[in-house]
């Protein structure tokens, strides 16, 4: 069980740290275009704006595998204080398969379309790259779905066992308040 735990955390990290990279890169390129644009000696490049939404793409899918590690996501906890844990913990399981199911799709689907009509397009400032740069996100961030809803699905069933899961959830914010903690 720990093995398994050194791997997600070892997988949570390696996600993060690509996420930080591109939110530097994404934050490096938006100041070069802003110094090209009110610096006269600096020239405006054309390419920018392009490479920018691609990086956000990028951050925007793979920070949400982050969430679903996390137990971070938005979801209806309305009546949960009204049900029994065990019709929780199976809602949450039926809920976790949904999320595989969305990932699998995003990796299948996302591969053909990054490697099929993605894979014609070119960038109009960068000629030189293939449009699939952009569309790669939604299979690479599939993948990592994949990895943290297996894990989440994981420890939901040992949840369900009556034994301690891997990885506990984030508080909610109702009980974060009721603590009185951040």
């Not at 740290?17 to 591109?22: A, D, G, N, S, T």
């Not at 793979?62 to 065990?86: C, E, N, Q, V, W």
């Not at 699905?153 to 974060?176: P, Y």
Request: proline share 4%.
């Amino acid at each position: 069980m720990q093995k398994l735990k050194v791997f997600y955390d070892w997988m949570y990290k390696i996600v993060m740290v690509i996420c930080k990279l591109l939110l530097i890169a994404d934050i490096c390129v938006v100041s070069f275009t802003v110094l090209g644009r009110y610096v006269p000696f600096i020239p405006d490049p054309t390419w920018t704006e392009e490479i920018t939404l691609t990086l956000m793409s990028y951050m925007a899918v793979l920070s949400g595998a982050l969430a679903i590690r996390r137990g971070a996501h938005i979801r209806m906890t309305s009546f949960d204080r009204y049900l029994p844990k065990k019709l929780i913990n199976i809602l949450d399981i039926a809920a976790d398969i949904g999320v595989l199911i969305l990932a699998y799709i995003m990796i299948v689907q996302g591969w053909k379309y990054a490697n099929g009509i993605g894979a014609k397009g070119f960038y109009p400032s960068l000629p030189w790259l293939s449009k699939r740069v952009m569309y790669m996100p939604i299979p690479v961030a599939g993948i990592a779905m994949v990895i943290f809803e297996l894990e989440s699905l994981f420890n939901n069933i040992l949840r369900l066992m009556g034994k301690e899961a891997l990885v506990k959830k984030e508080a909610s914010l109702e009980e974060q308040v009721a603590e009185g903690g951040n």
